[in-house]
């Protein structure tokens, strides 16, 4: 089947500096790449997305790059705080399963003081 | 607006049983859609309704049925329960699929012993 595949698995950063997790896909036709914070016993909750006529998206520290040559695509965090401490996960669209959502592995993200 | 409802939160079965999933969504969306989410595994698609009237497999569909009951409500039966079924079960909608964002409900925790 189709794959999406994010890296690293886990991210450690202190407090301040930037956090970058890397995903790319395989269905040529994934229109639409959102990113989802869950944080532990909750549910995933959106935290940006991107459609694939647009290369980048920005909301405050947050920041997503999508390059559909390649396949890939990117989350930015700028300024960590403790509460970005989370996993992530990047997931893109799949056109011929009704759009629903292909998800990669996920990225447990630590932020220390 | 409670937005995705899934219940129960919690179950233990026991090998053999058998169980339904409940999920309500309030937001009058077209697309529903069933995950489960192991440990390093992220979010695996059980089963979608793209439409009312409309159910098709995801990537894990053994062992699953569903029932698109009406609009709002998407059920998920687990026939004859096995300890591989163990898992977080999320349920979530979105307004079509395509480029809209998914709302997750707030899970079901499945043990099966």
């Known amino acids: 089947g189709e794959n999406v595949e994010q890296h690293p698995s886990t991210l450690s950063v202190q407090e301040g500096d930037s956090a970058v997790i890397k995903c790319t896909y395989s269905d040529s036709a994934s229109n639409y790449f959102p990113w989802y914070k869950q944080e532990l016993g909750k549910r995933p909750q959106l935290i940006i997305d991107?459609?694939?006529?647009?290369g980048e998206k920005k909301d405050q520290r947050i920041a997503v790059t999508l390059n559909k040559t390649a396949k890939h695509f990117s989350l930015h965090i700028t300024e960590t705080q403790p509460e970005d401490s989370a996993v992530y996960f990047c997931?893109?669209?799949?056109?011929?399963?009704?759009?629903?959502?292909?998800f990669g592995k996920g990225t447990s993200l630590l932020v220390t003081p | 607006n409670a937005g995705v409802t899934q219940t129960p939160k919690f179950q233990v079965l026991k090998t053999g049983q058998s169980m339904t999933l409940q999920c309500a969504q309030d937001?009058?969306?077209?697309?529903m859609y069933w995950y489960r989410q192991d440990p390093g595994m992220g979010l695996r698609l059980i089963y979608y309704s793209a439409s009312e009237g409309t159910t098709d497999k995801g990537e894990v569909p053994n062992g699953y049925n569903v029932s698109r009951l009406n609009k709002r409500e998407f059920s998920l039966r687990l026939e004859s329960a096995a300890p591989s079924q163990t898992s977080v079960y999320f349920c979530?909608?979105?307004?079509?699929?395509?480029?809209?964002?998914?709302?997750f409900g707030q899970g079901t925790r499945l043990t099966v012993v």
């Open positions: 997931a893109a669209s799949m056109p011929n399963s009704g759009y629903a959502l292909n």
């Open positions: 937001m009058n969306h077209n697309s």
């Open positions: 979530a909608s979105s307004e079509w699929g395509g480029d809209t964002e998914a709302f």
């Open positions: 991107i459609r694939s006529n647009v």
